[in-house]
């Protein structure tokens, strides 16, 4: 069955999983003491990692086979407008970095719920502890495996789904549990190995195109002539259909809404995402201010790249699809691009191109359960089930929670139990990520920069965004019809009436933020937990304004060509 792959590939690979192994053990064994018997060690590598480790980590943690396979599905699919993600994420990213880290920093927090338990009271924190165990174990990682699976057993030729998730799943527990510290500086080879062979591969898949219309293999005239065949797929902005359109119209703006999600649901979810998850705030909350902060603008910088690497060989596809040049494409299923692409490549190339698609998922998996494993014994076992254990035994039982999340996300995923594959990997994450983000955010952001916020608000808060999504979701259009002041739902591929997810994700936190107001309204005027902030805490040093002048100058210049 390895009739896609030849010895050279396998070669490549094989030294880049050596070359992961030995680094990783190499770290390991130089803090070997330490993280077997510092708790903080093993969960956040305190003080240990430098501000490009931080970047670099954050980038490779983030960059998974939801990215590879899901967005370079979406972009096959939608085009350029599905790098939105990417680069609202680089700019909420800056906001993270200004704003959010020295609050945490100067707090002293290690972990997500230990600020809400700070901020506002236990019953937040196990709340929200609860909420984000099974948001990582049961939507994360899960895409995840699935996704890293379905991609390489495509690259391999097919029918070892479940040897490679099995393969993956172990890998990533094998790094994972050198603890923080492992991660990290594994991180920085992963995405040397991500960006270096991800451009190899861009580059690769335009010469193809070009070639495949008669120019030679060229990549300027590649991307040219995608520009040309395809002007509707380099877009950054979809208008609002009528409910008579194709549905392939409809499908496109029921998850990228036009302007609408500029105005709320995009920056709700990636501030979410990058100002308020343990799996990417954990990589810097061990550092001082300014290297935190460095290495969170150095990963916007790189943020910006990303779609070039995991959405534009999806375009590529399309492309080839649309004139019959991609036959291994079976029904033009878009999880399918990116394996379908690969297959072009030549002899040891493959080999590339299977050590990138394993770098990014590895470097996931072990950086999302690491974080699982911080979140349950940092805020759940040592709160309420060991008070007084070990430094020690903290570790050995983050250890345990990293092998336990792992196999329950290998049963859920073994045969698709969640429908992943119905929905499309990318979507999947998104869509159900944002049942928790309107709580969370409005949670976090009043928290901080609210004194009068109460702990009963924020739990109040909490579950009113979790059932106000669920109402936008699945009961608003026949409660209010498909056609009301506060949005528009369109019949979906499976003749379904929904309302896109970002505009619910936008009504969802507004709800919640008023709420959480109105109820922190009949509390006193200042909460006795109410975190001190002053201008001090933002101020910044001249490489960080420069940096972010930089990140901002790219971004200002990618909308003006593509808007």
């Known amino acids: 069955m390895l009739n896609h792959i030849s010895v050279g590939d396998l070669i490549v690979f094989f030294v880049y999983f050596l070359l ?25 590598a305190e003080g240990s990692l430098t501000w490009w480790a931080i970047g670099a980590s954050i980038i490779a943690s983030n960059i998974s086979a939801e990215q590879f396979i899901g967005m370079s599905g979406d972009g ?139 120019f030679g293999q060229n990549a300027i005239t590649g991307f040219k002539l995608l520009l040309k065949d395809s002007p509707d797929h380099f ?51 061990g550092a001082n201010l300014h290297t935190a902060r460095t290495g969170i603008l150095f990963a916007s910088l790189l943020k910006i790249l990303m779609p070039v690497i995991v959405m534009l060989p999806g375009i590529v596809a399309y492309v080839l699809y649309k004139h019959g040049d991609l036959p291994m494409l079976v029904d033009g299923k878009k999880d399918g691009a990116y394996s379908a692409i690969l297959s072009f490549l030549p002899s040891g190339l493959k080999g590339l191109s299977l050590a990138v698609l394993t770098a990014a998922i590895v470097a996931s998996i072990a950086g999302k359960v690491n974080s699982i494993s911080t979140i349950f014994t940092l805020d759940v076992y040592k709160n309420y089930m060991n008070k007084n254990a070990s430094e020690r035994n903290m570790v050995w039982t983050g250890r ?65 965004g979790f059932a106000s999504s669920v109402f936008f979701n699945q009961f608003a259009v026949k409660v209010f019809g ?45 909460s006795a937990k109410a975190i001190e902030v002053d201008k001090g805490m933002f101020k910044l040093k001249a490489s960080s304004v420069v940096l972010i002048g930089v990140i901002l100058l790219f971004l200002s210049a990618i909308y003006i060509r593509f808007w």
């Open 235 to 285: 877009h950054l902005i979809f208008k609002k259909p009528s409910h008579n359109a194709p549905i392939a119209t409809i499908s496109k703006y029921l998850i990228l809404p036009g302007f609408a999600m500029y105005a709320g649901g995009q920056w709700i979810s990636n501030l979410n995402y990058w100002g308020c998850n343990q799996y990417i705030t954990q990589r810097a909350l």
């Open 76 to 214: 096959f699919f939608a085009g350029i407008a599905v790098a939105i993600y990417e680069w609202v994420g680089a700019a909420a990213l800056i906001i993270v970095a200004v704003f959010f880290m020295p609050v945490y920093i100067k707090n002293k927090i290690y972990t997500m719920p230990q600020f809400l338990k700070n901020r506002y009271n236990n019953g937040v924190a196990l709340t929200m502890s609860i909420f984000w165990l099974f948001l990582y174990v049961f939507i994360n990682l899960t895409a995840i495996l699935y996704l890293g699976a379905l991609a390489i057993n495509g690259l391999l030729g097919g029918g070892y789904f479940h040897e490679v998730m099995i393969g993956l799943a172990i890998f990533g527990v094998i790094i994972a549990l050198g603890g923080m510290q492992v991660v990290g500086y594994t991180d920085v080879v992963q995405v040397a190995v991500l960006i270096i062979g991800g451009l190899a591969i861009t580059y690769l898949s335009l010469t193809i195109v070009s070639d495949k219309f008669g």
């Open 20 to 44: 992961v192994a030995v680094y990783g053990y190499m770290v390991y064994r130089r803090k070997r003491n330490e993280t077997n018997s510092s708790s903080h060690s093993f969960f956040l």
């Open 400 to 464: 345990i929670a990293i092998a336990c999340s792992l196999i329950i996300a290998v049963a859920f995923t073994w045969n698709d139990m969640l429908g992943i594959s119905g929905e499309g990997g990318y979507t999947f994450v998104q869509k159900y990520s944002a049942f928790v983000s309107p709580g969370v955010l409005a949670t976090f952001l009043l928290g901080m920069f609210w004194k009068r916020t109460t702990g009963e608000a924020a739990i109040i808060g909490i579950l009113t």
């Open 482 to 526: 498909p056609e009301t002041i506060l949005y528009s739902a369109f019949t979906n591929a499976q003749g379904q009436m929904e309302i896109p997810f970002f505009i619910s994700l936008s009504w969802s936190f507004l709800i919640t933020f008023l709420v959480m107001i109105g109820v922190s309204l009949a509390g006193p005027v200042v």
